[in-house]
Nanobody, 115 residues
Framework: QVQLVESGGGLVQAGASLRLSCAAS????????MGWYRQAPGKQRELVAT???????NYADSVKDRFTISRDNAKNTVYLQMNSLKPEDTAVYYC?????????WGKGTLVTVSS
């Protein structure tokens, strides 16, 4: 099992920045992909950004050039730096880890962007 704890959400104004963190613990060997998803009210959960072992990243078109994902493997932590936030970025952000084909999720952290 993998346990994930997110932090860093909050209420900010449009144009501001936030950094989310997700610390992984438990059976963390052989983690392949770490990433972030989000779910806005009334919408389905969607991919925000992922990073695979080796550093390959993938971003949703809506966040490219504004968000940056990074991993600190020594700390088993993945980060999401969010710049130039927009009201449409408002959502619960979930950390995700894929290990041996199994997906693990954090409980989520709320990001609210006011206009």
């Amino acid at each position: 099992q993998v346990q994930l704890v997110e932090s860093g959400g909050g209420l900010v104004q449009a144009g501001a920045s936030l950094r989310l963190s997700c610390a992984a613990s438990g059976s963390i060997s052989s983690i392949n992909t770490m990433g972030w998803y989000r779910q806005a009210p009334g919408k389905q959960r969607e991919l925000v950004a992922t990073e695979r072992n080796g550093g390959r990243t993938n971003y949703a078109d809506s966040v490219k050039d504004r968000f940056t994902i990074s991993r600190d493997n020594a700390k088993n932590t993945v980060y999401l730096q969010m710049n130039s936030l927009k009201p449409e970025d408002t959502a619960v952000y979930y950390c995700n880890v894929n290990r041996w084909g199994a997906n693990y999720w954090g409980k989520g952290t709320l990001v609210t962007v006011s206009s």
